[in-house]
């Protein structure tokens, strides 16, 4: 994937953790086309990059110009504050664009549900429908008012069918088993935020029998921290028969990149299911969203990029 070059055009400040930026392409090409949902991965100073989510503001659809909302983590892995250490004028570059949450290409009624930043891939979403003159609602929810992004550009998109939902203001959290029962058979739910929200919503849609291919999820999330209590463990690589050891602090990824392979790998948060791997020998332990019940019992397969050993060591299928 070719590498873009970008300098930062314009910074606004949406919300007092949350800014967005305009990134304008260095050189006369345009910049490759994107649809909803899509994510670039930024480059950081100190190597390794971290994906955004790109917004359909207006000044992008002239082919020129990308934009991000991003949120300033309290515990930043180096992404976050990169992204709002940056000023106007900088230069910016980024691999992409990519898309594993896209909107199915049917006229089904869909319901949009976005928890805080996570309101980025949605509000492409919500403008693309919007366009193409679906039905669709737009539920989206926030601690309190003022912490929302981009609800101003949302108003004017959506209309009437957009419902904001404060933790401390009514109509308060929303009722998801009450919004999945009132989308149409046949009707697709589009999540994104943390993952509380999204595995409730998970368990709901199973309750109400609705098809699993219909419901899509994107986490928003930090790249987790290190759990209390998280502890070394082996990693055996079945083609070569090396051992890599996995320390507490380090995902299987890192310390498989670290003792120099190439992993295919994308989101690092246990959400996009690029980095699957089967597994040959162990117990893992799950701690991604991707996997089902069925799936995570059966400890066949794992999200390395989150998911740990049980065991003291894992053979995987790499």
Same mark, same amino acid.
């Given at each position: 994937?070719?590498?873009?070059?970008?300098?930062?055009?314009?910074?606004?400040?949406?919300? #007092?953790?949350?800014?967005?930026?305009?990134?304008?392409?260095?050189?006369?090409?345009? &910049?490759?086309?994107?649809?909803a949902?899509?994510?670039?991965r930024?480059k950081?100073?100190?190597?390794?990059?971290?994906?955004?989510?790109?917004v359909d503001l207006?000044?992008?659809?002239?082919?020129?110009?990308?934009?991000? %909302?991003?949120?300033?983590?309290?515990?930043?892995?180096?992404g976050?504050?990169?992204?709002?250490?940056?000023?106007e004028?900088?230069?910016?570059s980024?691999? *992409?664009?990519?898309?594993?949450?896209?909107?199915?290409?049917?006229?089904?009624?869909?319901?949009?549900?976005a928890?805080?930043?996570?309101?980025?891939?949605v509000?492409?979403? @919500?403008? @693309?429908?919007a366009?193409?003159?679906?039905?669709?609602?737009?539920?989206?929810?926030?601690?309190?008012?003022?912490?929302?992004?981009?609800?101003?550009?949302?108003?004017?998109? $959506?209309?009437e069918?957009?419902?904001?939902?404060?933790?401390?203001?009514?109509? %308060?959290?929303?009722?998801?088993?009450?919004?999945?029962?009132? &989308? @149409?058979?046949?009707?697709?739910?589009?999540? $994104?935020g943390?993952?509380?929200?999204? !595995?409730?919503?998970?368990?709901?849609?199973?309750?109400?029998?609705?098809?699993?291919?219909?419901?899509?999820? !994107?986490?928003?999330?930090?790249?987790?921290?290190?759990?209390?209590?998280d502890?070394?463990?082996?990693?055996?690589?079945?083609?070569? *028969?090396?051992v890599?050891?996995?320390?507490?602090?380090?995902?299987?990824?890192?310390?498989?990149?670290?003792?120099?392979?190439?992993?295919? $790998?994308?989101?690092?948060?246990?959400?996009?299911?690029?980095?699957?791997?089967?597994?040959?020998?162990g117990m #893992?332990?799950?701690?991604?969203v991707?996997?089902?019940d !069925?799936?995570?019992?059966?400890?066949?397969?794992?999200q390395? $990029?989150?998911?740990?050993?049980?065991?003291?060591?894992l053979?995987?299928? &790499?």
């Amino acid at each position: 994937m070719s590498e873009l070059s970008f300098t930062v055009s314009r910074i606004k400040a949406e919300t #007092p953790r949350v800014r967005s930026l305009v990134l304008e392409a260095k050189g006369d090409a345009p &910049l490759p086309q994107w649809s909803a949902g899509a994510h670039i991965r930024v480059k950081l100073p100190g190597g390794g990059d971290r994906p955004y989510s790109l917004v359909d503001l207006p000044e992008c659809r002239a082919g020129r110009h990308y934009a991000l %909302g991003t949120l300033l983590e309290e515990r930043s892995a180096g992404g976050s504050r990169y992204i709002h250490s940056l000023k106007e004028g900088d230069a910016v570059s980024a691999t *992409g664009p990519v898309n594993q949450f896209a909107l199915a290409d049917d006229e089904d009624p869909v319901l949009l549900l976005a928890g805080g930043i996570g309101i980025t891939p949605v509000f492409s979403m @919500a403008a @693309a429908l919007a366009r193409a003159g679906r039905d669709f609602r737009l539920h989206y929810l926030g601690r309190a008012n003022g912490e929302l992004a981009f609800l101003p550009e949302l108003e004017t998109i $959506c209309g009437e069918r957009l419902v904001v939902h404060y933790d401390d203001t009514p109509p %308060g959290r929303p009722d998801f088993a009450a919004l999945i029962g009132a &989308l @149409a058979a046949g009707g697709d739910a589009y999540v $994104c935020g943390p993952s509380g929200m999204i !595995e409730a919503v998970k368990t709901l849609w199973a309750l109400a029998g609705r098809p699993p291919q219909k419901l899509h999820f !994107e986490l928003f999330t930090a790249t987790p921290a290190p759990a209390a209590g998280d502890k070394a463990f082996e990693v055996e690589v079945k083609s070569t *028969g090396q051992v890599v050891t996995v320390g507490p602090d380090q995902s299987i990824i890192d310390a498989l990149e670290a003792a120099g392979m190439d992993v295919v $790998c994308d989101c690092r948060r246990g959400d996009c299911g690029i980095c699957q791997t089967a597994v040959l020998e162990g117990m #893992p332990e799950h701690r991604d969203v991707v996997l089902t019940d !069925e799936e995570k019992a059966s400890n066949k397969v794992m999200q390395i $990029c989150v998911s740990r050993a049980k065991t003291p060591r894992l053979v995987l299928d &790499l």
